[in-house]
């Protein structure tokens, strides 16, 4: 960290030792070791209780979280949230304008543009006749005339 060498450290004690003396020196060092020690005791401290506020406080998001889902599920209304769907899509089809008319909008009403239809002997004669025709073309069905004359 500071990258002090075996020199500087006998630099340092020389001085130490004339500045203070060689009767005080043990007590200074004694009392610098115990200072540091008392220094790193309050960082280690410091970093402890501020790690521990940080995991509270993790805690208590993943807490808040939890609380959420489990109020979500709590109100979990798998009909009612159908239902509300349902509702939100038709209320959508009814809010959109419609872009084409309908065909019986445009259309004249039936009455006004149809030809009158003829009731009579004219609309019962083609239906025997297709008649014929059907069982003429169904070779399993012999005609009924066949089996009454054997």
Known sequence: MFDIGWTELMVIA????????PKDLPRMLR????????????????????????????QQADIAD??????????FNPLGDLKKSIEEDAAQKASRPMTTKPASADEEPASDTAPPVETGAADAEPKPAAAKADAANTPDKAPATEDVKA
Do not use: H, P, Y
């Open 66 to 75: 939890m609380k959420k889902q489990v109020e979500d599920v709590a109100n």
């Open 14 to 21: 020389c001085i130490a030792i004339i500045v203070v003396g």
């Open 31 to 58: 009392t610098l070791g115990q200072t540091l020690g008392k220094m790193r005791r309050m960082s280690r401290e410091f970093q402890s209780t501020f790690n521990d506020a940080l995991r509270e406080a993790e």
